[in-house]
């Protein structure tokens, strides 16, 4: 009885992971992730304004902006051909 307790209890946290999203939900998680982005390059900018971190912190931070924006670009793809294919 606790295994099937265990079970139940696992496969309802589980489901919501498989569940699947609608677009506009995507469009909002989508937006949602271009903030969060667009307020990370900002405070890259003002630290890089500013030059008071050392290299490897700003090497750091370079790539973390140019892993963002391939995510980006990647994102805004899907996004688009996702409503093209809705047409």
Known sequence: ???????????????????QQSPIQKDMNDASKDVRDS????VDKTKDVLGT?????KAKRHSEKKARDVKKK???T????RHDLNK
Not at 53 to 57: E, F, P, T, V
Not at 78 to 81: A, C, G, M, V, Y
Request: glycine share 8%; no cysteine.
């Open 74 to 76: 990647v994102r805004h």
């Open 1 to 19: 009885m606790l295994k099937g307790i265990i079970a139940a209890v696992g496969l309802s946290l589980a489901l919501p992971a498989f569940a």
């Open 53 to 57: 971190d050392s290299g490897a912190s």
């Open 39 to 42: 307020s990370k390059d900002a």
């Open 78 to 81: 899907k996004h688009n051909l």
